[in-house]
């Protein structure tokens, strides 16, 4: 399936990163004993571009996320990224919960991931500290995850899945359980990362306006089983994208068009 039109790719700061990572995915299945999860998914999803999937609870927005990151296996189809195996060490997740070590300072926790990979202290810290300081919490490097607001925590949460500088970002409903007015922040935080370093996002929500807000392309998925039954560009341009963009008339109608496929799809599974 060729990729869907789209705005074009945002310009990156730093051309010396990994080039982002496209995915394909080729009649994807999934099935849970006799449940069948997803069925007959496949997508081109193109390098760079920020892709967000909706869909009622239930309808595999997760276990597609899972696959796609190499925490699931698909029982039929396939995978590719670039058009081979997904290469090591190319991909972060960020979920709903921001999952921080309470034990360790801000700091060590955005640093845990070069951590783990060998890198040596100086080397992670001062990667750990540039990553604080891009989301505004080069003063919290000290403190306690416990000490911090939601919002600071999902920051701090999108600092260590950035600090390796991935190629794929995987993100799983990051800002669900945050209040309306951080949500739209970390909205804006999230595009600013994205556009400022090369790589693929992949973003799950349950918000109809936040995947038209972030999005290049929006794909709506139906339940029992997991399937795609819209796909839809969102083409306005990034450079444009403000809150005050969620009330024109374009805004409107891309999510009316989402909302009357979600419509579509519960009644079809109600069948």
Wanted: hydrophobic residues 45%.
């Amino acid at each position: 399936m060729p990729p869907s039109p789209t705005s074009p790719a945002p310009t990156h700061a730093d051309p010396g990163l990994a080039a982002p990572l496209g995915v394909r995915l080729d009649g994807v299945g999934r099935r849970f004993g006799d449940l069948d999860a997803l069925r007959g998914v496949s997508l081109d999803l193109a390098p760079g571009r920020l892709v967000a999937f909706i869909g009622p609870s239930g309808c595999g927005k997760t276990t597609l996320l899972r696959i796609i990151g190499g925490l699931d296996h698909a029982t039929a189809g396939r995978v590719t990224y670039d058009g081979g195996p997904r290469p090591p060490s190319a991909l972060s997740f960020a979920f709903q919960d921001a999952r921080l070590l309470p034990w360790r300072s801000v700091l060590r926790n955005v640093a845990l991931p070069l951590e783990l990979a060998g890198a040596p202290r100086p080397q992670r810290e001062a990667r750990a500290r540039d990553m604080l300081a891009r989301v505004d919490l080069a003063d919290f490097a000290d403190a306690r995850p416990h000490t911090l607001s939601g919002g600071m925590q999902m920051r701090v949460a999108l600092a260590r899945a950035l600090v390796t500088r991935p190629r794929l970002l995987l993100l799983d409903e990051p800002f669900g359980a945050l209040d309306a007015i951080t949500r739209v922040d970390l909205d804006d935080e999230l595009r600013r990362l994205w556009r400022a370093d090369p790589m693929t996002v992949l973003l799950v929500t349950h918000s109809i306006s936040e995947a038209i807000y972030l999005a290049d392309r929006v794909i709506v998925l139906a339940p029992r089983p997991g399937r795609i039954i819209d796909d839809i560009p969102v083409d306005i341009p990034h450079a444009a994208r403000a809150p005050a963009v969620r009330t024109t008339p374009d805004f409107v109608q891309r999510v009316a068009r989402a909302q009357a496929a979600l419509e579509r799809g519960v009644r079809a599974a109600a069948r």
